[in-house]
């Protein structure tokens, strides 16, 4: 059965960094577009960064540009967000997700898989 699963989230200091791991099972991500999302209590769920898997692509909010960076190491079957200089308004759940079909509006969470997310908490 198809699965994503994500790791890496805890609690860091503002000004921290964390690096989060969207590992999969029977879906080869390297034919995937992979999105991470975040939802905090009472808000939408926003994307926040995404990579295509035709031709590297890679989209981020405008809230995390210059501090995010989202990757693939295709022989581990996983994709990473690297979070720097974390702030307070960053804590959420964060989803990873997965689609071999979305190819634009890589941010709109339209993604056919998703994982059950991981808890990033940025307080002093």
């Known amino acids: 059965q198809a699965q994503l699963v994500e790791s890496g989230g805890g609690l860091v200091q503002p000004g921290g960094s964390l690096t989060l791991a969207c590992t999969a099972s029977e879906l080869p991500l390297e034919n995937y577009t992979v999105g991470w999302f975040r939802q905090a209590p009472g808000k939408k769920r926003e994307g926040v960064a995404a990579?295509?898997?035709?031709?590297?692509?890679?989209d981020y909010a405008d809230s995390v540009k210059g501090r995010f960076t989202i990757s693939r190491d295709n022989a581990k079957n996983t994709v990473y967000l690297r979070m720097d200089n974390l702030k307070s308004e960053d804590s959420a759940d964060y989803f990873c997700a997965a689609d071999p079909q979305q190819l634009l509006f890589l941010l709109h969470p339209t993604y056919r898989h998703w994982g059950q997310g991981s808890q990033v908490t940025v307080s002093s």
């Open positions: 990579i295509s898997w035709r031709d590297g692509t890679t």
